[in-house]
T-cell receptor, first 108, second 116 residues
Framework: KNEVEQSPQNLTAQEGEFITINCSYSVGISALHWLQQHPGGGIVSLFM???GKKKHGRLIATINIQEKHSSLHITASHPRDSAVYICAVPGSARQLTFGSGTQLTVLP | DTAVSQTPKYLVTQMGNDKSIKCEQNLGHDTMYWYKQDSKKFLKIMFSYNNKELIINETVPNRFSPKSPDKAHLNLHINSLELGDSAVYFC???????????????FGSGTRLTVV
């Protein structure tokens, strides 16, 4: 079973700061997902990546398959980025196994 | 148009009751899932169905019974509700079993179940 660890659990930043959230997993995978859970509870898929880097607006996700590690970066953070960010990996039957999430709060 | 819709959004019920949560997706995805989010916000797989066939039943009490009448619907029926069943339940769908080939997963907005 894949163990997924995220850090930090909680992160408070000032508006404009560069944010990094880390995710590591124990068993090799072919793709990793980054999800965002809004304060209202809805979950949105941000990225699915299997190698290298992906960018969407101010969000950048990177993955190193050999080191079993992924990072999510937010440039020029804004209060509306405040949410829980969750990484997830597919299991043996490809169901998602989730990290515990990182609660991000961006202060104005 | 809502891609994955769950109903109801909130459900408050007494212990011992039987309740259902409905989920429908209009994305044409082959695979649907039920996930449970506990009070610590940790998400965990319960079931997955691929083209109406049960693929995963992840150590869920048999009081929980998923039903997939067609590949666009995956409903969750819960018998004899217990206090510990209180949680947020998310339905999700993906194209291809692992969500690799398209844009990953699409989640419903969740159903907050409170058992009193």
């Amino acid at each position: 079973k894949n163990e997924v660890e995220q850090s930090p659990q909680n992160l408070t930043a000032q508006e404009g700061e560069f944010i990094t959230i880390n995710c590591s997993y124990s068993v090799g995978i072919s793709a990793l997902h980054w999800l965002q859970q809004h304060p209202g509870g809805g979950i949105v898929s941000l990225f699915m990546l299997s190698s290298g880097k992906k960018k969407h607006g101010r969000l950048i996700a990177t993955i190193n398959i050999q080191e079993k590690h992924s990072s999510l970066h937010i440039t020029a953070s804004h209060p509306r980025d405040s949410a829980v960010y969750i990484c997830a990996v597919p299991g043996s039957a490809r169901q998602l196994t989730f990290g515990s999430g990182t609660q991000l709060t961006v202060l104005p | 148009d809502t891609a994955v819709s769950q109903t109801p959004k909130y459900l408050v019920t007494q212990m011992g009751n039987d309740k259902s949560i409905k989920c429908e997706q209009n994305l044409g995805h082959d695979t649907m899932y039920w996930y449970k989010q506990d009070s610590k916000k940790f998400l965990k797989i319960m079931f997955s169905y691929n083209n109406k066939e049960l693929i995963i039943n992840e150590t869920v009490p048999n009081r929980f019974s998923p039903k997939s009448p067609d590949k666009a619907h995956l409903n969750l029926h819960i018998n004899s509700l217990e206090l510990g069943d209180s949680a947020v339940y998310f339905c999700a769908s993906s194209q291809d079993l692992g969500g690799y080939t398209n844009y990953g997963y699409t989640f419903g907005s969740g159903t907050r179940l409170t058992v009193v």
